[in-house]
């Protein structure tokens, strides 16, 4: 492998970690959608009832960057 094709792989991993550590937005303001979603489910229907809501907005959250 030549010396320049190592130096690429090894800046494609430094930045997928620089991706991971630092995500573009803030929480308050990532997925909207499924923040929504999960709000109103638990005014509604109480927490135990929307855990499927909750799992979508976390695994949202997650492809954004943010360790939950």
């Not at 573009?24 to 999960?38: D, E, F, S, V």
């Amino acid at each position: 492998m030549s010396s320049a094709v190592k130096a690429e792989a090894g800046a494609a991993t430094k930045g997928e970690a620089d991706m991971q550590e630092k995500p573009k937005k803030k929480i308050c303001c990532a997925c909207p959608t499924t923040k929504k979603l999960r709000d109103e489910c638990i005014v509604e229907h109480g927490e135990e009832a929307c855990t499927k809501w909750i799992e979508a907005h976390k695994q949202c959250l997650r492809s954004e960057g943010f360790n939950v």
